[in-house]
């Protein structure tokens, strides 16, 4: 199976900061790669899809990028909705792998 | 406005066994691969289970491969999971998804979840 690893697993910011988080594939797995975003008590919800692509209705300040093992997910201005945890997700293989995770906290 | 409902969870003994559902409404059920994604109390998302529109692939993770089957009804745009010999590590909350366009694609609608607790 292909194994995702995110870093870092949480991450203490403010309101204004620029974030960026990492996420490593054990194989190349091209772009076929997604990020969500998930509050407590929610399901997930889509952010990116095909490693750099803004699911409709996500603000512009989401970016991603990335392609082969290595991709990351840039919030260029912390909003105080945007405290939540960040999952990369592999669709490569038909056996989808997530990361572990990343929790975004208040500073 | 496109929603799916699990139904199904609850409290079960180790060994034991349960069935989850869910119900799709303000899609073509029909046309689309969907999928169980679970989530343990305080933990990371794992990928269970996906089948292919017409039920001709399914596919399970490692984990629960020989224990869970899953199952869908088209006509009642209805997704099941049927979980057997189930142990306390299978506790979570289970998500059904919807895959965009096949696997090659991310889950991009979501339910909101049933929990299932494994426990004596």
């Known amino acids: 199976d292909i194994q995702m690893t995110q870093s870092p697993s949480t991450l203490s910011a403010s309101v204004g900061d620029r974030v960026t988080i990492t996420c490593r594939a054990s194989?190349?797995?091209?772009?076929?790669l997604a990020w969500f975003q998930q509050k407590p008590g929610k399901p997930p919800k889509l952010l990116i899809y095909?490693?750099?692509s803004l699911e409709w209705g996500v603000p512009s300040r989401f970016s991603a990028s990335g392609s082969g093992t290595e991709f990351t997910l840039t919030i260029s201005s912390l909003q105080p909705d945007d405290f939540a945890t960040y999952y990369c997700?592999?669709?490569?293989?038909?056996?989808?792998?997530f990361g572990q995770g990343t929790k975004v906290e208040i500073k | 406005e496109v929603q799916l409902v699990e139904s199904g969870g609850g409290l079960v003994k180790p060994g034991g066994s349960l069935r989850l559902s869910c119900v799709a409404s303000?899609?073509?059920?029909?046309?689309?691969?969907v999928t169980w994604v679970r989530q343990a109390p305080g933990k990371g998302l794992e990928w269970v289970s996906s089948?292919?529109?017409?039920?001709?692939?399914?596919y399970y993770a490692d984990s629960v491969k020989g224990r869970f089957t899953i199952s869908r009804d088209n006509a009642k745009s209805s997704l099941y999971l049927q979980l057997n010999s189930l142990r306390a590590e299978d506790t979570a909350v289970y998500y059904c998804?919807?895959?965009?366009?096949?696997?090659?694609?991310?889950?991009?609608?979501w339910g909101q979840g049933t929990l299932v607790t494994v426990s004596s």
């Open positions: 998804a919807r895959a965009r366009a096949g696997l090659r694609t991310p889950p991009d609608y």
């Open positions: 303000g899609i073509a059920f029909s046309t689309y691969t």
């Open positions: 194989q190349s797995i091209s772009d076929w």
């Open positions: 997700q592999q669709y490569d293989d038909s056996s989808w792998t």
């Open positions: 095909k490693a750099s």
């Open positions: 089948i292919s529109p017409s039920s001709n692939y399914l």
